[in-house]
C-alpha cells in the first residue's frame, strides 16, 4: 500500500466530513430546540447560493455586498417560516411537523428558481482549487487549497457556534427548550423566541455552506441533495449533539473516501453514493441513537 496515497485519501475524506458536518448542524439545532426534523434544510442551502450569486449577477454587485444581503435574506427566511410554518402547528404530531418541512422544501426550490432561473452558476469565492505545493513537494500528498480553506471556515463555524450553545444564556435556554417545553415556559423561557433564534442559525448556516459547496460543485438544483448527505452523519452522532454532527461528519467523509478507492475496485465502482447510509444502517442496528445520542430504555 502506498502510505502516501492513503493519507491523501485520508485527509481529503476529513476535510469533506467537516463540510458534511455544517450541513447536519442546520439539523442538529432545529431538532433539539423543536424536535422538527427540517427536511428543507438543503432546499434552504440551495436557495442561499442562488440568492446570493441572483444578487451579485442581476444587480451587479461584488461578490463581498452580495453575501451579507443574503445572509440578512436567510435571516428572515428563517424567521418567517418559524412565524409562519411551525409556530401554528405547535403540539401538532411529529409526523404532521416533518411533513410540514417537506412541502416547504418544494416551496424554497421552487421560489429560488422563480426568482433567479434555474441555470447553472459558476461560484468563485476567492479560493482558489490547486494542491498545497508544500505537501506536494515535501511529503508527495496532494491535497487542495479549496478543501482546507473550507474546512477551517467550516470547523470555525461549527465550534464557534457550539461555545455559543453551550455557555451563553441562549444556549442554557435552548438546552432546557430541547428536554422539555412545557417545563421551560414554566420557567418563563420564551419558546417562540428561541425557535425564531435557532431558524435564523439555521438560515446563517445554510448560507455558508451554500457558498461553500456551491464554489466546489457549482449553484445548481443538486445542491439540495447534499443535505442528504447529513442523514448518515446524523445517525452516527446523534439527531440531537453538535459535537455527534462534527465527529459523523469526520467518520462519514472519511469512510466513504476510503471506501471508494480501496473497496469501490472490487464491486464495480460508484460506491461512494452509497456506502454511508450502508454504514448507517449497520450502525443502527448496534447503537440506533447514534454515539453521542442519549440511549432511550423503553419497558413493556
Known amino acids: 500500500m502506498n502510505i502516501s496515497f492513503f493519507f491523501e485519501v485520508l485527509i481529503g475524506g476529513l476535510l469533506a466530513g467537516v463540510m458534511y458536518a455544517l450541513v447536519a448542524l442546520g439539523f442538529v439545532l432545529i431538532y433539539k430546540a ?6 428543507a ?5 440551495f436557495f442561499a447560493a442562488l440568492t446570493c450569486v441572483g444578487i451579485s449577477t442581476k444587480f451587479n454587485v461584488s461578490l463581498w455586498i452580495a453575501i451579507p444581503l443574503t445572509m440578512a435574506v436567510m435571516v428572515l427566511l428563517g424567521l418567517a417560516t418559524e412565524r409562519i410554518v411551525l409556530r401554528p402547528l405547535v403540539n401538532q404530531p411529529e ?6 418541512t417537506i412541502g416547504l422544501t418544494f416551496f424554497i426550490e421552487g421560489l429560488a428558481q422563480l426568482m433567479w432561473g434555474s ?6 469565492i476567492g479560493i482558489e482549487d490547486v494542491p498545497i505545493q508544500s505537501l506536494l513537494d515535501n511529503f508527495n500528498i496532494s491535497i487542495s487549497q479549496f478543501d482546507v480553506t473550507a474546512a477551517v471556515i467550516c470547523a470555525a463555524l461549527v465550534t464557534g457556534l457550539a461555545l455559543f450553545f453551550s455557555k451563553t444564556k441562549i444556549g442554557r435556554a435552548l438546552r432546557a427548550v430541547a428536554d422539555d417545553h412545557q417545563a421551560a415556559l414554566a420557567v418563563g423561557i420564551p419558546l417562540q423566541q428561541i425557535w425564531g433564534i435557532v431558524w435564523a442559525v439555521a438560515g446563517f448556516v445554510a448560507l455558508v455552506a451554500g457558498l461553500l459547496w456551491g ?14 448527505k447529513a442523514l448518515p452523519v ?11 454532527a462534527i465527529v459523523g461528519g469526520l ?3 472519511a469512510s466513504e473516501k476510503l471506501a471508494e478507492v480501496y473497496i469501490g475496485p472490487m464491486v464495480g465502482g460508484g460506491i461512494e453514493g452509497w456506502f454511508p447510509y450502508v454504514l448507517a444502517l449497520l450502525f443502527l ?4 441513537e447514534g454515539l453521542f445520542g442519549e440511549r432511550i430504555i423503553r419497558r413493556i
Open 34 to 39: 423543536s424536535g422538527v426534523f427540517n427536511f
Open 41 to 45: 434544510q438543503g432546499a434552504m442551502v
Open 251 to 253: 467518520i462519514i467523509g
Open 234 to 244: 446524523l445517525i452516527l452522532g446523534g439527531f440531537t449533539s453538535v459535537p455527534g
Open 215 to 228: 464554489a466546489r460543485n457549482g449553484v445548481q438544483f443538486a445542491l439540495t441533495f447534499v443535505a442528504l
Open 285 to 288: 442496528l448496534v447503537r440506533p
Open 95 to 100: 409526523i404532521t411537523l416533518f411533513m410540514a
Open 119 to 124: 441555470q447553472v452558476h459558476q461560484l468563485d
